[in-house]
């Protein structure tokens, strides 16, 4: 399965790596903003807010993920967006079709 996200189009691709990684939900890790993301200590912050539990989770992908490395500038507050930073990756069902996202 990791093969084969690696022909899978960015940000795509990192957030099923971290997904993988973690078993966190997709709405979850989608809506991480780089806030959320500690390059130290290599965790990901699931606030309260967004968790589905309403507890606050570290998850440790960010060393095997490869967002750090994918995503060098820092456009905005989230990490995984196709809309420079904006707002949060989203069109899931648009890409299980094939068709783009926007």
Request: aromatic share 8%.
């Amino acid at each position: 399965m990791w093969r084969a996200i690696n022909a899978v189009d960015e940000p795509f691709g990192t957030l099923y790596r971290v997904l993988l990684l973690t078993g966190a939900r997709r709405e979850e890790i989608a809506a991480v903003t780089w806030a959320d993301f500690h390059e130290a200590a290599g965790t990901l912050l699931v606030p309260a807010e967004r968790s589905k539990n309403g507890k606050p989770t570290d998850c440790a992908p960010a060393r095997g993920c490869g967002a750090h490395h994918h995503y060098a500038e820092v456009l905005g507050p989230y990490i995984f967006t196709i809309t420079a930073g904006e707002r949060p990756i989203g069109a899931f069902s648009q890409r299980r079709s094939g068709s783009t996202p926007r």
